[in-house]
């Protein structure tokens, strides 16, 4: 199997023949999700993710490990990764990969009886135009925090286009008002159920996630706009995903 830093799955390629100019957002994101079972693989990641945290985080944009609160697999470990470019992320491999730390450290993981975790998950996904950066907090959290990951599917490309409109317009200002913050907006690129729109929520508890819920979907606003959508391009998002995380003590991203 291809080693955990590994580029795997790249972007679009660039227009040949086309000056690239410097590129300062975050474009690319890669969600890794390791589904484990037995005995101590929990115990092996936890101790493989934190010991390579500071390599990790000196060649990625941004960097964070979660573990699965509610998901469709109970027993799940979340890995996000940020690049600027394709060509960012393949760079980032070769350097994490070359780094001897890196290479004792990855071999000692995958060393033992049974494996480190049953299957690993990859997605790309590419941020959209109305996406945040992820910033690190002024000041750490009192208390880990949950993060909410929605993915949204439409039928059609077209329904997709309606959906960013939607956000980019209205949406996003009833979610801020309503206590929703997500810090990354994403179209899959290579991964299920496409085409579809990722989005990540951190809220600092359960009860401020249920509250922030009911606020949004009370909101006069959002019933009117979700009614003129409908109207307007049919059921542009047919199902949706949602899945629960915890940031883990050495992610850095909390």
């Not at 993981?109 to 049974?114: H, R, S, V, Y």
């Not at 249920?210 to 909101?219: G, L, Q, R, V």
């Amino acid at each position: 199997m291809q080693s955990l830093a590994g580029a795997g799955l790249l972007a679009q390629a660039n227009s040949p023949g086309v000056a690239q100019a410097p590129v300062e957002r975050t474009r690319l994101y890669r969600l890794d999700y390791f589904y484990y079972r037995q005995g101590d693989q929990a115990t092996r990641l936890n101790q493989f993710f934190s010991s390579q945290v500071p390599l990790f985080a000196k060649h990625m944009r941004t960097f964070g490990v979660f573990t699965a609160v509610m998901a469709p697999h109970a027993q799940t470990m979340m890995a996000l990764s940020g690049f600027a470019s394709s060509e960012d992320m393949a760079a980032a491999a070769g350097q994490i990969e070359s780094d001897s730390g890196y290479q004792k450290a990855h071999a000692e993981f995958e060393n033992g009886a049974e494996p480190p975790y049953d299957s690993v998950q990859r997605v790309l996904l590419q941020a959209t135009a109305f996406s945040p950066e992820i910033v690190p907090l002024a000041e750490k959290p009192k208390s880990l925090r949950y993060f909410e990951l929605r993915i949204y599917h439409s039928p059609t490309t077209r329904q997709l286009a309606l959906v960013h409109e939607r956000f980019v317009g209205p949406e996003i200002q009833i979610f801020h008002r309503s206590g929703v913050h997500p810090i990354l907006y994403a179209d899959t690129v290579i991964g299920p159920d496409m085409p579809n729109l990722t989005y990540l929520i951190p809220f600092a508890t359960l009860a401020d996630r249920e509250k922030a819920w009911d606020a949004f979907n009370a909101d006069p606003e959002w019933v009117k706009v979700r009614a003129d959508s409908v109207a307007r391009g049919g059921q542009i998002v047919n199902y949706n995903n949602i899945s629960l995380w915890r940031a883990t003590a050495f992610s850095p991203i909390q």
